[in-house]
């Protein structure tokens, strides 16, 4: 799987006042299909793993991947920041 670092995006965890930072494609689809929270599995959601799938295939960037993982860590209300802030 292509790694392609990208910007950093933190997200909450599901401990208390643990953060993650999220720097690849690895990392995304992992939390993706492991530890998301099931009830924030909505269309967000679902063009991240897809953009997942593609940037694997070729078919997208690790921006792209990083674009939908934001959206999808809004929906499921995890998103804190993007970058260093």
């Known amino acids: 799987m292509p790694l392609d670092h990208f910007d ?6 599901s401990q208390p006042g643990q953060m993650l930072n999220v720097t ?3 990392q995304v689809a992992e939390l993706l299909t492991g530890n ?5 599995r909505g269309k967000a959601y679902t063009m ?5 799938m593609d940037h ?15 959206e999808a860590a809004k929906e499921a209300r995890v998103f804190i920041r993007e970058g260093w802030h």
């Open 56 to 70: 694997i295939e070729g078919k997208k960037s690790g921006e792209d991947v990083r674009e939908a993982f934001i």
């Open 48 to 52: 991240a793993v897809k953009a997942c």
């Open 8 to 13: 950093i995006v933190t997200i909450t965890t």
């Open 24 to 26: 690849n494609t690895r």
């Open 36 to 40: 998301w929270p099931a009830h924030s």
